[in-house]
């Protein structure tokens, strides 16, 4: 006998049919002898519409009363949940995040979990109860309720397991598993049986929307097994650990990509010690996120730089420059949106010399201009015209073997 952690993201529970089909997942597991802890998301899109209805009463909501709102979603599917099995003879309990015992930092829409106090949640599980968590949602020591981010729940999740040294941690979702890209825009995407702790954090950091970022790296830090697997169907789904055998002839194992992003360019910055170090911390403290950067020294005396952010920031990246303008001293700034990042993900890069430049050929090839390049160990990310994205996708996942009709 062991104990289950699973998770079920908004569209499955996104109606009262939903709610009734999930009840019946956790039945199952409950009859395979297993102890369970489900953790739930807010019903289909009620984050977003209450997003929404916030931003009708104020462009600016406050912070704190924005995580009261949004903690609200989630309460409503626990005790659902709850009824539902009930209902069908399974006891059951739910608990909101500091019921829990989540314990996060002190920062509302984006906290991270500190500490988690598993008293409350084992003491039922030893009754024999299903244990109902609210996800996205914790306290902070001094009782102030917070939220984990957009798509949090699944970090609620991995953390619980951890906490609990669950034996695994269920991701049910609206896909059947993690694919080599988005299977919505690239028809030929193709489930993956298996991909490591790292590529997931590569690919989730790259915009695959499938688990929170925070989720994957609570998973290696603790080594937690995780599954990704439909909610719908009963088959397996993709298993997410340390070492994932790569599949027969593979070097890359997913392409991700992410629109809306800007390049922007400082022009004529004095080549000093401290002028990288002052604007990127100006822009740290401003709370803007840095991506790609590229520096060059025209020549001894000034720098050109150029960095990309959401296009959602760039509005805020400009005032802020302008508004240093005379500490930073640069001469000129220019910017460049629409752009979009794709990326090519896979552990076989280690290994494998020449990854980079057979993705640089493969665009060239299709006439596909790249603008910015990062890479790490274990990946290649191209900037590109938004227009050409979908593109690129889809002949980088053709010229890396990663199409269904390859295999
Ligand atoms: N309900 C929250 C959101 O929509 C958290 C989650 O679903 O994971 O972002
Ligand atoms: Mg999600």
């Not at 991995?158 to 890209?181: H, N, R």
Request: proline letters at 1%.
């Amino acid at each position: 006998m062991g104990l289950i952690v699973q998770k079920f993201g908004g569209t499955s529970v996104g109606s009262a049919e939903r709610i009734l089909n999930v009840a019946e997942r956790v039945r199952e597991e409950k009859e395979r002898g297993n102890d369970v802890v489900v953790v739930v998301s807010a019903m289909g899109k009620t984050t977003d519409q209450l997003v929404s209805l916030a931003k009708e009463i104020a462009t600016q909501p406050n912070k704190r009363e924005m995580d009261m709102l949004l903690t609200t979603g989630e309460q409503i599917t626990i005790s659902l949940l709850s009824m539902a099995l009930n209902h069908k003879g399974i006891e059951a309990v739910s608990f909101t995040g500091w019921q829990a015992g989540i314990f996060t930092e002190d920062i509302h829409g984006n906290a991270r979990i500190t500490k988690i106090e598993t008293d409350a949640v084992n003491k039922q599980l030893s009754k024999g109860k299903v244990v109902i968590v609210a996800g996205f949602q914790g306290i902070t020591v001094d009782g102030e309720i917070t939220t984990l981010g957009r798509g949090g729940s699944d970090t609620t999740a991995v953390a619980l397991a951890a906490a609990l040294k669950a034996d695994k941690c269920d991701i049910y979702t609206d896909v059947t598993g993690v694919y080599t890209t988005d299977p919505r825009y690239v028809k030929d995407a193709r489930k993956l049986l298996a991909v490591s702790y790292d590529e997931m954090l590569e690919l989730a950091n790259l915009g695959a929307g499938v688990l929170h970022p925070r989720a994957v790296e609570f998973a290696k830090n603790y080594n937690v097994p995780l599954e990704v697997r439909s909610s719908m169907e009963k088959i397996s789904g993709t298993v997410i650990e340390e070492e994932a055998t790569m599949e027969e002839n593979l070097i890359v194992r997913g392409v991700a990509f992410e629109g809306e992003i800007t390049r922007v360019t400082v022009l004529g910055l004095p080549n000093s010690l401290s002028g990288l170090s002052t604007i990127f911390t100006t822009l740290a403290k401003n709370h803007i996120n840095v991506d790609i950067i590229i520096q060059s020294s025209t020549d001894a005396h000034a720098t050109n730089l150029s960095f990309s952010i959401k296009s959602e920031d760039l509005e805020q990246t400009l005032t802020v420059l302008e508004e240093n303008r005379e500490v930073l001293e640069y001469e000129q700034i220019e910017w460049e949106m629409k752009l979009a990042k794709v990326s090519i993900v896979g552990s076989g890069m280690v290994s494998n010399p020449g990854v980079a430049a057979e993705m640089f050929k493969v665009l060239a090839d299709h006439e596909i201009h790249v603008k910015m390049v990062s890479t790490s160990e274990i990946k290649v990310s191209a900037v590109v015209a938004e227009t050409n994205m979908i593109r690129a996708v889809e002949v980088l996942h053709e010229a890396f073997n990663l199409s269904e009709n390859k295999r």
